[in-house]
C-alpha cells in the first residue's frame, strides 16, 4: 500500500468539502429520486435515507473534522533499544484495502471513505439499491477530489452488485480484502460472516438495555429512557428494553408511570409475565426471541428483575454488546454494573444515545463495533490502522 503525504491527503479533503457545498443541489435531487422509489414500508431505514442541506452539512463537517485530526499512520506506539543492539520501534500502519457494507445511510459514503483514505486504506463501498443514486453522486465528488490531487480513482470505490454479485465478491476479491465491515442488522452479518474470506468487523446490532436500580432517581429514569427511545428511533444506540427492579419504592406505581410515558409518546408496550400483573392491558412479550431483537421502531419491552446481578445476568445473555445503562443514586452500585456488564459502551445515569463517534468525540466513525478485535465501540480514524514493527540492526544474526 502506497503511503500518501499528511498534506496531500488533506488537500483531497479540502477539495471534497468544496465539492460538496458547490454541488448540494445535485446530491439533494439524486436522494429525491431515491426517496420517490422507497417504500415506506420501513420508516427507520426512510429516515436513514434523507439527504436534506443540513445533512449535506453534516457531510461537510464531518470531513473536516477527520481533516483537522492527526495523521494516524506512522505514530510511534512503543520504542526500544535492546541489550543486543537491535533498535525496535512499534508504528501505526494502514490495514490497506477495507471493505464497508450498509444499508439506506448515504451520508456513511462520506463518513466511512472520509476516514478510510485518511487512514491511507483503500475502501470498496457497498451501499443498499435504495441509496443508489444518492451514493452514486457522492463518488462522483470523492473522484474529482481525488483526481484534482493528482490521485486516481482507486482510493474510493463505490460497488454496483446484487446479492449474487456480493457474495462472489467476497469470496474472491480482485484484491486482497483486510478488513470487512458489515453495518447492519442481524441478516446482513450472517451473509457476510458466511460467504467472505477476510477479516470481518461485525457492526450494528444494538438491543440496549436500561436497568432501573431500587436506588433510583425515578425522574431521572423516566427522563433518560425517553431519550433514549424515542430521540432517534432508527439508532442502533436506541433503547430497547427496560428491567424495573421488583425492589424500588412504589413498584406498581411506577410501572404505571412508566405505562403513561410511553402511551403519551406512542411507544407500544410490551411486558413480561411479572409486569403484565401490574400492566394488566398491555400485550405480553410473545416468546424469549423478542428479548434478544433489535426493535428499530417505536416499541419497548418492560421487565421486572430482582436485583443488580439477576440485571447483569439477564443482560449479558440477551443484549446485543452495544450499550447498556443502569440509573442508581449508588455509585458502587453503579460501577459493578459498569464493569460486570459486557458491552461496548456502559452508562451510568445517561442515554446510551451518546454510543457515537461525534457524541463521544472521536469524530465521524466507519461504525459502531460490537466485535472485541481490535476494538470495540466507535471505530474512528485512530482505529482504522493496524501496527509494524521497525527492527534496525547491524548485521544482527539470531544464534
Not at 443488580?308 to 452500585?333: Q, R, V, W
Request: charged share 30%.
Amino acid at each position: 500500500m502506497k503511503l500518501i503525504k499528511s498534506e496531500t491527503k488533506n488537500n483531497v479533503l479540502k477539495s471534497m468539502m468544496s465539492i460538496l457545498d458547490k454541488r448540494r443541489n445535485e446530491i439533494i435531487d439524486a436522494n429525491k429520486k431515491d426517496l420517490e422509489a422507497f417504500e415506506k414500508d420501513d420508516q427507520a431505514m426512510y429516515d436513514r435515507l434523507i439527504v436534506d442541506d443540513k445533512k449535506v452539512d453534516g457531510m461537510i463537517q464531518s470531513v473536516k473534522e477527520v481533516m483537522e485530526q492527526d495523521d494516524p499512520v506512522g505514530q510511534v506506539i512503543e520504542h526500544r533499544s535492546l541489550d543486543t543492539g537491535l533498535d525496535i520501534t512499534n508504528k501505526t500502519a494502514p490495514f490497506g484495502n477495507i471493505m464497508i457494507i450498509y444499508e439506506s445511510r448515504p451520508d456513511v459514503t462520506i463518513e466511512a471513505a472520509v476516514l478510510a483514505f485518511k487512514a491511507n486504506n483503500k475502501i470498496y463501498l457497498k451501499g443498499g439499491k435504495e441509496a443508489i443514486n444518492s451514493n452514486k453522486i457522492l463518488e462522483e465528488c470523492w473522484h474529482e477530489a481525488l483526481e484534482e490531487n493528482g490521485l486516481g480513482k482507486e482510493w474510493i470505490k463505490l460497488l454496483h452488485m446484487n446479492r449474487t454479485e456480493t457474495q462472489d465478491f467476497l469470496k474472491n476479491p480482485p484484491e486482497q480484502l483486510d478488513l470487512i465491515v458489515p453495518r447492519g442488522g442481524e441478516r446482513l452479518i450472517a451473509f457476510v460472516k458466511e460467504h467472505s474470506t477476510g477479516a470481518v468487523l461485525v457492526s450494528g446490532r444494538g438491543n440496549n438495555f436500561l436497568y432501573v436500580s431500587k436506588n433510583a432517581d425515578f425522574e431521572v429514569a423516566k427522563k433518560v429512557m425517553l431519550n433514549a427511545k424515542i430521540d432517534k428511533i432508527s439508532g442502533c444506540n436506541a433503547l430497547d428494553k427496560v428491567l424495573v427492579d421488583k425492589n424500588i419504592e412504589n413498584y406498581e406505581s411506577k410501572l404505571k408511570e412508566l405505562q403513561e410515558l410511553f402511551r403519551d409518546n406512542k411507544v407500544n408496550i410490551l411486558v413480561d409475565e411479572e409486569v403484565s400483573k401490574v400492566l394488566t392491558d398491555e400485550e405480553k412479550v410473545p416468546s424469549e426471541d423478542t428479548w434478544y431483537e433489535e426493535f428499530l421502531a417505536m416499541k419497548i419491552v418492560i421487565g421486572a428483575i430482582d436485583g443488580l446481578d439477576a440485571a447483569i445476568d439477564k443482560i449479558n445473555k440477551y443484549s446485543g454488546g452495544h450499550s447498556a445503562s443502569i440509573i442508581t443514586k449508588e455509585k458502587e452500585e453503579a460501577l459493578t454494573f459498569m464493569e460486570q456488564v459486557d458491552s461496548a459502551a456502559v452508562y451510568h445515569n445517561a442515554s446510551t444515545r451518546f454510543t457515537d463517534g461525534g457524541q463521544m468525540g472521536v469524530g465521524a466513525e466507519l461504525a459502531i463495533s460490537t466485535d472485541k478485535l481490535h476494538h470495540r465501540g466507535p471505530l474512528g480514524l485512530k482505529q482504522l490502522v493496524t501496527n509494524k514493527y521497525y527492527v534496525l540492526g547491524e548485521g544482527h544474526v539470531r544464534v
